[in-house]
């Protein structure tokens, strides 16, 4: 079985595919306008803006570590980065989310099986281990953006 096609598939079905679990990514921010991005519905937890950058946030960071950069230890700021205020701000985001992931799968095309089981710069586990939690990353925060978009 060819690993590197398996998590390129799970990557991008997660994210912008048909999946058996129920929306990808960007089915479930398919039509969240600027209100809807920004509001805090649930007090103080984040916005679907504030997981959109964050998502975006590690998968550059996956980018460059495929790149062989090490893996940043980022302070909250960093991690969670604030969010913009206008329309152009949320269109921006959701534009540099998915040039994120297309990154990222055009990366891994040339990469091997074997490449999986190098580790990652500056990190004590291999690239496999940080594919597939990326794949639940996404999951886990498009979990949270669909919770968040049915209460605004």
């Given at each position: ?62 980018l460059d570590s495929l790149k062989d950069k090490a893996m940043p230890d980022p302070p909250m700021e960093v ?74």
């Open positions: 079985m060819n690993e590197v096609k398996f998590l390129r598939d799970q990557i991008e079905t997660t994210f912008k595919g048909d999946s058996w679990h129920g929306p990808s990514l960007m089915k479930t921010l398919e039509g969240v306008d600027l209100e809807q991005a920004s509001a805090r519905p649930l007090g103080e937890r984040h916005t679907i803006w504030e997981l959109v950058d964050h998502t975006t946030f590690w998968l550059e960071a996956i991690n969670w980065p604030r969010m913009g205020s206008t329309e152009e701000h949320w269109s921006q985001s959701l534009r540099r989310l998915e040039a994120a992931v297309n990154m990222v799968l055009d990366e891994l095309a040339g990469w091997s099986n074997e490449d999986l089981e190098r580790t990652v710069p500056g990190k004590d586990y291999t690239f496999k281990q940080m594919l597939h939690g990326a794949v639940h990353h996404n999951l886990y925060h498009a979990g949270q953006i669909a919770i968040l978009k049915r209460k605004v």
